[in-house]
């Protein structure tokens, strides 16, 4: 949506959207799904990047420090957090939670999750 143009596009999901997060330069949308993938679309709407999981994406959210480039935090419903770049391909390795994250959200300008 913008003030020259006053409609919202709508796009197809292969599951249920759970959360979503925009890029911090509001290039690209990361949608995580029920089915345990996430979408990472351009402003216009296309597929750029897939990630697949095997348990629902609870939430995510993108670092809003751009000095390692765009990096997104997975918030998973099997107790684990991942991260990865852009492009879909992961940073590191999973990591072990005693809970299943309802929320993630960085803070003190991306230095802290």
């Not at 949506?1 to 919202?8: A, E, G, K, M, T």
């Not at 949608?31 to 979408?39: D, E």
């Not at 420090?65 to 684990?80: F, I, M, P, T, Y």
Request: net charge positive; charged share 20%; with cysteine.
């Amino acid at each position: 949506w913008s003030h020259s143009v006053q409609n919202v596009s709508k796009m197809k999901l292969n599951s249920k959207g759970l959360c979503c997060a925009w890029t911090a330069d509001g290039q690209h949308l990361a949608i995580g799904l029920f089915s345990g993938g996430v979408s990472i679309r351009n402003k216009n709407g296309e597929e750029k990047s897939v990630i697949k999981r095997m348990a629902p994406v609870w939430t995510l959210a993108w670092n809003p420090k751009s000095d390692d480039g765009d990096v997104l935090c997975l918030g998973l419903w099997e107790r684990k957090i991942a991260f990865y770049h852009l492009n879909g391909k992961q940073i590191g390795r999973d990591r072990e939670l005693a809970y299943d994250p309802c929320t993630v959200s960085y803070f003190t300008n991306g230095e802290y999750l």
